[in-house]
């Protein structure tokens, strides 16, 4: 799948364009929300030596380079080049390729065939990256991510049907175990109970799903104290509060996408976000 074939990003990418220095710099605020580590030499190097089935495959230096320029494309929405770019480079540019699949897939592609065939390539990158690293965060989240989105495409009764729903949640409470404070897995599962409770009453969530609407709740509420600037925190709590509660959490579902309207992106996801928070809102 070349970069020829997806959707150009619909705005400016002038405020996203991460070059040189700037990216490193900008790394600890960009990636809050997941924790991805930044991908210098340093890094390729102790990720090869901690992971033999990539030992001697890569050079820590070019490695690196093709790396923060496939985080480069995605930051500043050229979302096929990344995908390209990570792809290339095999399990170690997963995290960047599906990153980058995975919003475009939930944003900008239109054709519904294309936009699941997207998500399930995506979820297996992250299979490939589970078994050569089984110990990274984001293997496991972006993973979750991608299945999470290919449920929703295809319905959620439909995803629990295929077991679908227990793999995210799996993944989800991997994603957490290996990093307490991954907020955009404290999102998804805030999401994911929500979902599940919406779609199959309380009592049948919790005895079949383990989820529950006190579970929706308290990972939202995490999910805004680890990222209290994020408009898809807002976008996310607002649908599962609606979910959970219906009319009688509109009002707040309102408040909170007025918020995540006006949080200040940061890259092309951030200024999706906000963009999709004004068009719901």
């Given at each position: 799948m070349t970069a020829s074939k997806w959707k150009p990003f619909p705005h400016s990418d002038?405020?996203?364009?991460?070059?040189?220095?700037?990216?490193?710099k900008a790394w600890p605020d960009l990636h809050r929300?997941?924790?991805e580590p930044f991908p210098d030499a340093a890094f390729v190097k102790d990720f090869v030596t901690r992971h033999a089935r990539l030992k001697g495959a890569l050079d820590s230096e070019k490695t690196a380079a093709a790396l923060q320029s496939a985080w480069r494309a995605y930051h500043r929405g050229d979302f096929g080049a990344a995908v390209v770019e990570g792809t290339a480079?095999?399990?170690i540019g997963a995290n960047a390729a599906n990153k980058?699949?995975?919003?475009y897939a939930t944003y900008l592609e239109t054709d519904g065939r294309r936009k699941r065939e997207i998500l399930l390539s995506s979820a297996e990158r992250a299979e490939a990256l589970q078994a050569a690293a089984p110990d990274f965060p984001n293997a496991f989240y972006f993973h979750a991510q991608a299945l999470g989105r290919y449920a929703q495409e295809i319905s959620i009764a439909k995803a629990l049907a295929q077991g679908i729903g227990g793999k995210v949640k799996a993944s989800l409470d991997k994603t957490i175990k290996l990093e307490p404070k991954h907020a955009e897995a404290h999102i998804a599962l805030g999401a994911y109970h929500a979902e599940?409770?919406?779609k199959v009453g309380g009592m049948l969530a919790g005895l079949t799903y383990g989820a529950s609407r006190e579970e929706a709740i308290r990972h939202f509420a995490l999910a805004r104290k680890l990222l209290p600037d994020s408009a898809i925190a807002r976008i996310e709590e607002a649908n599962g509060l609606v979910m959970l509660f219906g009319k009688g959490k509109?009002?707040?579902a309102?408040?909170?996408y007025g918020e995540a309207a006006r949080c200040a992106p940061a890259d092309a996801m951030q200024k999706l976000d906000a963009e999709h928070a004004k068009e719901e809102g």
């Amino acid at each position: 799948m070349t970069a020829s074939k997806w959707k150009p990003f619909p705005h400016s990418d002038k405020d996203y364009r991460y070059e040189g220095a700037a990216l490193k710099k900008a790394w600890p605020d960009l990636h809050r929300g997941d924790c991805e580590p930044f991908p210098d030499a340093a890094f390729v190097k102790d990720f090869v030596t901690r992971h033999a089935r990539l030992k001697g495959a890569l050079d820590s230096e070019k490695t690196a380079a093709a790396l923060q320029s496939a985080w480069r494309a995605y930051h500043r929405g050229d979302f096929g080049a990344a995908v390209v770019e990570g792809t290339a480079l095999g399990p170690i540019g997963a995290n960047a390729a599906n990153k980058a699949a995975n919003i475009y897939a939930t944003y900008l592609e239109t054709d519904g065939r294309r936009k699941r065939e997207i998500l399930l390539s995506s979820a297996e990158r992250a299979e490939a990256l589970q078994a050569a690293a089984p110990d990274f965060p984001n293997a496991f989240y972006f993973h979750a991510q991608a299945l999470g989105r290919y449920a929703q495409e295809i319905s959620i009764a439909k995803a629990l049907a295929q077991g679908i729903g227990g793999k995210v949640k799996a993944s989800l409470d991997k994603t957490i175990k290996l990093e307490p404070k991954h907020a955009e897995a404290h999102i998804a599962l805030g999401a994911y109970h929500a979902e599940i409770v919406s779609k199959v009453g309380g009592m049948l969530a919790g005895l079949t799903y383990g989820a529950s609407r006190e579970e929706a709740i308290r990972h939202f509420a995490l999910a805004r104290k680890l990222l209290p600037d994020s408009a898809i925190a807002r976008i996310e709590e607002a649908n599962g509060l609606v979910m959970l509660f219906g009319k009688g959490k509109l009002a707040e579902a309102r408040k909170l996408y007025g918020e995540a309207a006006r949080c200040a992106p940061a890259d092309a996801m951030q200024k999706l976000d906000a963009e999709h928070a004004k068009e719901e809102g």
